[in-house]
């Protein structure tokens, strides 16, 4: 069965996490991606470290089954190339810095004249109005202005979140923006215009505290890794000095927990206990009765307690151990890609449509594509050789 996204091109002027996010689930969709880059530098992520066999993690983690395009694109010749590429797309995604893209002539206002039915997505920090809309942003500064790190780390110190959420977040909001405006097309033969931010997107995520603080007067504490409103949710440490996670979500799972686990049936009747509320206001009190019972388990008997209970449980994994997880084994989740270094091991993403394989083409070299592409825009070899000669790819 044909991929949803096949015979759609997406050309992208992307960079680092969110633009390269998008595109690249985009493209194990089935669209055919052409991501431009700088000549000689190439995106910036590929020089954030050299951990994967000398490859930088950020960058092939968001960069597979691309087709990479070396051009400056302030060269006088790059006009002429991307004007013929974008007569033959159906998506552009640029997620450069504030104006960056009107002052190439890459803008959603000239595109879109030119090219009625394009999908135009621009990625950024604030979006094109408002008192920050030339304000540079990067991950950790969106999560700083859109409240995160005042809800995330220990009651002494907030922490940033330790992957780039803001990053995702618009990465994954211009992804699905981009199959809607897609679908949309389909039924009335216009592009669209996508205006996405990484401050919006991460804004959405933070509903709940928002809410909370908003309309209860106070915001949320930070507890490290214990839940701020619920108890108990967190980590509790066993005989054996291991610490297990759980969480008990309502009144029925915490008398299922004091029978089975703690066995204390006594516990759920009691008022300091008997209710969500209740054990909030009580948290250390019911902290301090859990740990007295989990003092004298070892955690594999305090996990099958839980187990046994249905109480929701978890391990706390390091990377070496999520990456031999036993789920990710026994669904078949890990595959290979190619990349200029070699084989590397890849996720496959989580789409999981029925009847679906995913594209999981190889990370590509820096420019790998260039020569094939201008010769499929008809550029004859002897103009490819005077475009390297300028410096224009």
Known sequence: MSRPLEGVTVVSLEQVIAGPFATRQLAELGARVIKIERPGTGDAARGYDTTVKGLSSHFVWVNRSKE??????????????????????????????????????????????????????????????GPYAEKRAYDLLVQCEAGLLSVTGTEEAPSKAGIPVADIAAGMYAMSSVLAALLRRMKTGEGATLDITMFESLGEWMGFPAYFTH?????????????????????????????????????REFQRFCELVLQKKELAADPRFATGPARAQNREATHAEIERVFSRLDSPEVISRLEKAGVANAEL?????????????????????????????????PFNLDSFVPRMDAVPALGEHTRPILTELGYAQGDIERLAALGAI
């Not at 159906?90 to 893209?101: I, T, Y």
């Not at 151990?321 to 091991?345: E, M, N």
């Open 215 to 251: 309309y209860g007067g106070a915001a949320p504490q930070r507890r490290g890794a214990y839940h701020a409103t619920i108890v108990p949710y967190g980590p509790f440490r066993a005989g054996d000095g291991v610490e297990v996670f759980l969480s008990i979500q309502n009144d």
């Open 68 to 129: 990479s395009l070396a051009l400056d694109v302030k060269h006088p010749a790059a006009r002429e190339i991307l004007n013929r590429l974008l007569s033959q797309a159906d998506v552009f995604v640029q997620n450069l810095v504030p104006g960056a893209a009107e002052r190439l002539g890459l803008g959603a206002a000239e595109l879109r004249a030119r090219h009625p039915r394009l999908v135009w997505c621009g990625i950024s920090g604030y979006g094109p109005s």
């Open 317 to 349: 994994r390091d990377m070496h151990s999520f990456w031999r997880h036993p789920q990710l084994q026994a669904r078949g989740r890990w595959d290979k890609v190619g990349s200029p270094a070699g084989v590397i091991d890849a996720l496959k993403p």
